[in-house]
Nanobody
Framework: QVQLVESGGGLVRAGGSLRLSCAASGRTFSIYAMGWFRQAPGKEREFVAVISYNGGSIYYADSVRGRFTISRDNAENTVYLQMNSLKPEDTAVYHC????????????????????WGQGTQVTVSS
């Protein structure tokens, strides 16, 4: 059974930083692309970032590019999201996702492209 467990969320002031982690189990982590989505209250799930199995292909949402960095440690079965220069509009529940293949698909921004989801970790950015 695949499990994705996020951690690292919390409350931070605008301009601050947080680092999210996602620990994966139950699957050969190193051969699948991994990503992050977020969902704010009353809004649909929004793509944040995705990384291929070897880190060679990375995509970001326009809203986070230049502020967020996705990375992975295949030896630790963990994917990270470093979030800098946080804004109040970044407030959301952040979900780790596991792709169905090694590289992001052409529709990597769609939630339906991902086979497994974590329960999420809350990030709150105060102004």
């Amino acid at each position: 059974q695949v499990q994705l467990v996020e951690s690292g969320g919390g409350l931070v002031r605008a301009g601050g930083s947080l680092r999210l982690s996602c620990a994966a189990s139950g699957r050969t982590f190193s051969i699948y692309a991994m990503g992050w989505f977020r969902q704010a209250p009353g809004k649909e799930r929004e793509f944040v970032a995705v990384i291929s199995y070897n880190g060679g292909s990375i995509y970001y949402a326009d809203s986070v590019r230049g502020r967020f960095t996705i990375s992975r440690d295949n030896a630790e079965n963990t994917v990270y999201l470093q979030m800098n220069s946080l804004k109040p509009e970044d407030t959301a529940v952040y979900h780790c996702v596991s792709d169905r293949s090694s590289y992001p698909s052409g529709k990597y921004y769609l939630p339906t492209e991902y086979a497994y989801w974590g329960q999420g970790t809350q990030v709150t950015v105060s102004s």
